[in-house]
């Protein structure tokens, strides 16, 4: 059990243009679901925590209007790439919990922007 | 700034020996530890979480947790080469609920 998809696993896109990705828990309702982002040979960085219903909540130096985090249900949330640039090109990676306290990872979607 | 630091490696290992991954956290007060695996291009996997002092046991894992130290280490019995990964430490930190603080990470290299 607890397993977390996320769609698309890869994703090439133009500079300008906007991306979504999707995460989903397919066998849990997920009380929180957080994104994160990771360049080559470093760690992840939390970049958003989000609740079904509410607003995301953003660390520290993300820019909320460019990364739009939605929270639409227990089981999906989605990050969407606004107006996207060749420095945005990273690996996201969702989790999700379900409430005790441990993180479940998607696989991951691999955005390069070109 | 809470933070959570790791030796970035790579630590080299023969196959078959021990493998001894480190961690240190800054706040005293952080409850739950966490390692991580993630394998080139993958997203990290769970290999074994720990709350309270002392040693935890899971296979050829053992979790150790020294609260007073703020130290946790991962040791990693009869090494494999399928075992060469990056290991990733992840801390919950006081009043943050299940948010993680990842290190950045020590690369392990299981040599033949």
């Known amino acids: 059990g607890a397993v977390v998809s996320q769609h698309p696993s890869w994703v090439i896109c133009k500079s300008g243009t906007s991306v979504k990705i999707e995460c989903r828990s397919l066998d849990f309702q997920a009380t929180t679901m957080f994104w994160y982002r990771q360049f080559p040979k470093q760690s992840l960085m939390l970049m958003a925590t989000?609740?079904?219903?509410?607003?995301?909540?953003?660390e520290q130096g993300v820019e909320k209007d460019k990364f739009l985090i939605n929270h639409a249900s227990l089981t999906l949330s989605t990050l969407t790439v606004t107006s996207a640039h060749p420095e945005d090109s990273s690996f996201y990676i969702c989790?999700?919990?379900?409430?005790?306290?441990?993180?479940?990872f998607g696989p991951g979607t691999r955005l390069t922007v070109t | 700034q809470k933070e959570v630091e790791q030796n970035s490696g790579p630590l080299s290992v023969p196959e078959g020996a021990i493998a001894s991954l480190n961690c240190t956290y800054s706040?005293?007060?952080?409850?739950?530890f966490f390692w991580y695996r993630q394998y080139s291009g993958k997203s990290p996997e769970l290999i074994m979480f720990?709350?309270?002092?002392g040693d935890k046991e899971d296979g050829r894992f053992t979790a150790q947790l020294n609260k007073a130290s703020q130290y946790v280490s991962l040791l990693i019995r009869d090494s494999q080469p399928s075992d060469s990964a990056t290991y990733l430490c992840a801390v919950t930190f006081t009043g943050t609920a299940s948010k993680l603080t990842f290190g950045t990470g020590t690369r392990l290299q299981v040599t033949l």
């Open positions: 989790s999700a919990d379900r409430g005790d306290y441990e993180q479940y």
């Open positions: 706040d005293r007060g952080s409850q739950s």
């Open positions: 989000s609740n079904e219903g509410s607003k995301a909540t953003y």
């Open positions: 720990i709350y309270s002092n």
